[in-house]
């Protein structure tokens, strides 16, 4: 993994339900850090419900520092200058067993 391609600034963000004061739950997220990452695009679809919306998704496969609290439970904010957008991250891996970094596979516009 090289340094000078993480370039991307991606905040960590575990999910945290809290009582919506009718007796049912919300998912606040809270902040766990903000790294840098290298980001690569891996394809997306679109996908038409009923003819009635039209969803467009974003596939991306993240390399960062290795970090133990990132699950498939947390979430991805990339952080662009204009920007921010949710990824919810659909597998995390330690690829060579040695806790260096991990490949992360992570969709956009989807909901988080």
């Not at 904010?77 to 990824?87: E, F, K, N, R, V």
């Amino acid at each position: 993994m090289r340094i000078g391609k993480m370039r991307h600034l991606v905040r960590i963000e575990a999910p945290n339900n809290i009582s919506d004061g009718a007796g049912g739950e919300v998912t606040a997220w809270a902040s766990i850090a903000t790294v840098w990452a290298e980001l690569l695009p891996q394809g997306g679809t679109k996908i038409d419900e009923a003819d009635l919306i039209s969803i467009g998704q974003q596939r991306y496969k993240l390399h960062m520092r290795y970090r133990r609290d990132v699950t498939p439970d947390c979430r991805l904010m990339w952080i662009d200058s204009t920007q921010q957008t949710p990824l919810r991250i659909d597998s995390v891996a330690d690829i060579d067993g040695r806790r260096t970094h991990l490949v992360i596979q992570a969709t956009a516009g989807v909901p988080t």
